[in-house]
């Protein structure tokens, strides 16, 4: 198999990242544009020991699941790579996903029920980040082309809150009337590197916070104060100052050049305070579903002493907290520690309590102390639990695990730790939609002790 070949391909399956998966010569083909049981010709891009990339450049038969994509564009940043797949596809797709990461784990036994998906799966996201290029003599927004440097300019983004990209464009035209210049990477010159909105989707407040290279950024103050003339629910206007040579967006240090330094949003009725910095999940409407589904999966009737371990700013803590006797959130970033708080004052929640540290560190400390917590909620980032973590639940002898997963496959793993621990899945797990046209999967699992005391 080279490079460039082309190659008549059945297409048995789509990976996690959404590609097609065929099989030829010995070796596993991941191709782009390519959906289950379609017949394709796929060009090799390329060639490694046990597996290829490909693209699909002609469809021999085409899936009944396949629509017609809304721009190439969006594939090709990596906004929306599953364009191509109807919604319903999309959702039997990230049903499939975690019972094949439960098979490799000989965890079939363990039920996926159907994914809450959402009515309108466009528009959802409430926060963009979005890099600033000069294209042509003129500033403009866009993304990158996946695993490139090669800036694609945009002006309607298809999964952001639309109002988002209406703000995106003023700034564009703002940004252009003070000739404030755009970053260069290559060069490593030029000013604004990144404009970063966020917007309350009950509130309807919006963040703008522009991220520069340079400490000083030309015109600051003419260009808040036109932006907030011409959109008056920009109501916090932030400059973040990031000089390194990194893909990391933020910098250190944020100055408020207008209006607030936060806004607020609500979720399920609770309000929430929102830096430039601070976590927040990105689908307020599924979010909303993803806490319903994992409090009431906690099954809580006031007496209970429940941990949520990974609070981040607090936003579980205190959906968990109206229905626990108490609650006890941990978390690395002692800046969402300072937000969880300050979260729960704002709604005037006094039975939450909220400690730095990681998780590994404190699920140890609470068990030596002899904390007797009945239910832990889990929400960790992609890699999963720390084997230690899963041990000290079993040694608490937690009854009621609550485990919020962004990723299969370490959930799955998790899941069997958490068998040989004595712990069973209970429910059938709960696919959440929290990312349509992109392969992103959430989930809620419940696991209950299966040993008595
Ligand atoms: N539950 C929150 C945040 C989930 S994201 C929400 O829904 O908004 C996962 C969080 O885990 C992040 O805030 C991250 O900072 C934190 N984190 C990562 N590793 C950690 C660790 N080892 N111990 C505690 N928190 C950790």
Redesign the pocket.
């Known amino acids: 198999m080279k490079k460039n070949e082309t190659l008549t391909l059945t297409i048995t399956d789509l990976s996690y990242q959404g590609l097609g998966v065929a099989k030829a010569a010995d070796k596993v083909i991941f191709v782009a544009d390519a959906l289950v049981g379609e017949q394709v010709v796929a060009k090799i891009l390329k060639v490694q020991k046990n597996i290829a990339f490909a693209k699909a450049i002609e469809h021999l038969t085409t899936s009944p699941d396949r629509v017609a994509i809304k721009n190439a564009r969006y594939t090709q940043t990596g906004i929306a790579p599953l364009q191509h797949l109807s919604y319903r596809g999309q959702l039997a797709f990230k049903r499939h996903q975690i019972e094949q990461v439960l098979h490799k784990q000989h965890l079939d036994e363990i039920e996926v029920g159907q994914p809450a998906g959402m009515a309108t799966p466009y528009a959802y996201r409430n926060k963009a980040a979005v890099p600033v290029r000069l294209v042509d003599g003129q500033v403009r927004v866009g993304f990158f082309r996946r695993n490139s440097h090669d800036f694609v300019p945009l002006t309607d983004f298809l999964i952001q809150d639309p109002r988002i990209d209406a703000v995106l464009k003023v700034v564009v035209q703002l940004l252009n009337r003070y000739h404030i210049a755009a970053f260069d990477e290559a060069a490593h010159k030029g000013c604004v590197r990144t404009v970063v909105v966020r917007r309350g989707y009950y509130s309807k407040e919006v963040m703008v916070g522009l991220v520069t290279r340079t400490k000083n950024l030309p015109h600051a103050a003419e260009f808040a104060r036109s932006l907030q003339q011409e959109c008056p629910d920009v109501v916090s206007v932030l400059h973040n100052v990031n000089p390194a040579k990194t893909n990391v967006i933020l910098g250190p240090t944020t100055h408020t050049l207008a209006g607030k330094s936060t806004i607020t949003d609500t979720l399920n009725g609770l309000q929430f305070e929102i830096s430039l910095h601070s976590?927040?999940?990105v689908n307020p409407t599924q979010?909303e579903v993803l806490?319903q589904k994992a409090v009431a999966a906690a099954g809580l009737d006031g007496s209970q002493t429940v941990i949520?371990?990974?609070?981040?700013?607090?936003?579980?803590s205190l959906n968990l907290a109206k229905a626990a006797k108490q609650v006890l959130g941990?978390?690395?970033?002692p800046q969402?520690i300072a937000d969880a708080k300050h979260n729960a004052q704002l709604n005037h929640i006094t039975n939450a309590k909220f400690v730095v540290?990681?998780?590994?560190?404190?699920m140890a400390k609470w068990q030596a102390a002899g904390v007797a917590a009945d239910v832990v909620v889990f929400?960790?980032?992609r890699k999963g639990l720390?084997a230690s973590v899963i041990a000290a639940t079993a040694q608490m002898k937690v009854s009621k695990v609550v485990y919020?997963s962004?990723n299969p496959a370490t959930l799955a793993r998790d899941l069997a730790l958490f068998k040989q621990a004595g712990y069973a899945v209970t429910q059938p797990i709960q696919p959440v939609d929290q990312f349509p046209q992109t392969p992103h999967i959430e989930s809620v699992t419940v696991l209950e002790r299966t040993q008595a005391d």
């Open positions: 976590f927040y999940q979010t806490y949520d371990a990974y609070c981040g700013i607090g936003t579980i941990v978390e690395v970033v969402a540290g990681t998780t590994e560190e404190w929400d960790p980032p720390a919020v962004c």
